[in-house]
């Protein structure tokens, strides 16, 4: 007895080294299959968490687009989007263009984000699968999917792949800063980026989507820098609860300065860079290729798109927008236009050198 003791203690550190080297070579063999120890690795200190919060038509897209090329990370574009032109504020859901709102549990959508950072893919799969072609981390798993019919197969997968990742990145323009607080306090590497660009190029954007045919120019400035406002204010009161956790980007900057401020976000966000990210920043920003489409992320020159609004709106809607959104435009960094003049020569800048934000 003692000795079949003795030969099982010897063979212990055998067998598990063997288990261990059949297990990476497993992973080296089907990088996304599951691995055979059970361990779950948790988004903590190992996973870099990052948030993007936003609004609709404020170059979101390509900033996701941006953070979603370093290596390792895994990036979910939209998780919200079936809950189609809502925001959600504390304890209210509003309509995204009027800002008519209703009583709402926001516990529910805060739980939606909490498993989502933690990789709890499983109870979440049509919020992960359908805005999926803009994921390049869940299209990698698509051509396994696809071999393999099954939406608890696939999700394990993708689910595999999200805890293995070293960054967890969501984007959204359907949660208020008001939902934040606990977040922040459940995950201490959460880092929020606060996506901001003048509301006059914001709504110029989604009048040409058709996004304001039911509303108007000025309800709809009335919606958006309500929303805004609420947001740069109680950005300042969480950046002083958690400092260097609210980091806040100016559309018009990185459309300026692409490379520099994707310098800037990468260094931030400790995010690795991949071996083309410089010639990938340039192809999507400045190598005068022909912009994909409206959604789309490639721009010929992310410059003069950042300041084309200023070549379509009309002078008396622009000065609508202003009247509208008194103080907003000048908090987030901008002056409003003197006159048609003013408003069409893009080479006078309309910064204010000391932005407020």
């Known amino acids: 007895m003692i000795r079949g003791k003795y030969i099982l203690y010897c063979l212990c550190p055998f067998l598990t080294a063997t288990f261990i080297t059949l297990n990476v070579l497993l992973?080296?063999?089907?990088?996304?299959?599951?691995?055979?120890?059970?361990?779950e690795v948790q988004p903590g200190s190992r996973t870099k968490l990052v948030l993007v919060l936003t609004y609709l038509r404020s170059g979101s897209t390509l900033t996701g687009d941006l953070l979603q090329q370093s290596p390792g990370s895994f990036y979910m574009y939209e998780p919200l989007r079936s809950h189609n032109s809502h925001i959600f504020l504390d304890g209210q859901v509003c309509q995204t263009f009027t800002m008519n709102c209703s009583k709402y549990e926001t516990?529910?959508?805060?739980?939606?984000?909490?498993?989502?950072?933690?990789?709890?893919?499983?109870?979440?799969k049509m919020k992960v699968l359908v805005p999926r072609k803009h994921s390049l981390a869940i299209m990698s798993v698509v051509p396994f999917c696809?071999?393999?019919?099954?939406?608890?197969?696939?999700?394990?997968?993708?689910?595999?792949?999200?805890?293995?990742?070293?960054?967890?990145?969501l984007k959204t323009i359907r949660v208020s800063m008001a939902?934040?607080?606990?977040?922040?306090?459940?995950?201490?590497?959460?880092?929020?980026?606060?996506?901001?660009r003048d509301p006059r190029g914001i709504l110029d954007s989604r009048r040409r989507g058709g996004f304001l045919r039911n509303t108007g120019?000025?309800?709809?400035?009335?919606?958006?820098?309500?929303?805004?406002?609420?947001?740069?204010?109680?950005?300042?009161?969480?950046q002083r609860?958690?400092?260097?956790?609210?980091?806040?980007?100016?559309?018009?900057?990185?459309?300026?300065?692409?490379?520099?401020?994707?310098?800037?976000l990468y260094r931030h966000l400790h995010l690795e860079y991949s071996d083309n990210f410089e010639e990938w920043v340039f192809n999507h920003t400045?190598?005068?290729?022909?912009?994909?489409?409206?959604?789309?992320?490639?721009?010929?020159?992310s410059s003069q798109t950042s300041q084309s609004w200023r070549k379509r709106l009309k002078f008396e809607d622009v000065k609508a927008i202003e009247k509208t959104c008194a103080g907003v435009i000048e908090l987030i960094?901008?002056?409003?236009?003197?006159?048609?003049?003013?408003?069409?020569?893009?080479?006078?800048?309309?910064?204010?050198r000391d932005r407020k934000t």
């Open 27 to 39: 992973q080296r063999s089907c990088p996304y299959c599951p691995l055979f120890l059970s361990r």
């Open 286 to 301: 400045s190598a005068g290729t022909p912009n994909n489409s409206y959604y789309g992320t490639i721009r010929s020159n």
């Open 333 to 352: 960094g901008f002056r409003n236009v003197t006159d048609k003049e003013d408003l069409q020569n893009t080479t006078r800048t309309l910064r204010i």
């Open 241 to 264: 609860q958690f400092p260097d956790r609210i980091t806040t980007v100016l559309y018009e900057d990185l459309a300026e300065s692409p490379l520099e401020l994707s310098h800037k």
């Open 146 to 169: 696809k071999s393999r019919p099954g939406f608890d197969t696939c999700m394990t997968k993708i689910q595999t792949l999200c805890h293995r990742s070293s960054s967890v990145i």
């Open 179 to 196: 939902l934040l607080p606990s977040l922040l306090e459940k995950f201490p590497d959460l880092r929020v980026i606060h996506l901001l």
């Open 217 to 238: 120019i000025e309800q709809s400035a009335r919606s958006l820098c309500d929303l805004l406002r609420i947001n740069i204010e109680y950005s300042k009161i969480l």
């Open 107 to 124: 516990e529910k959508i805060i739980g939606v984000l909490e498993d989502l950072f933690q990789c709890r893919l499983q109870k979440h």
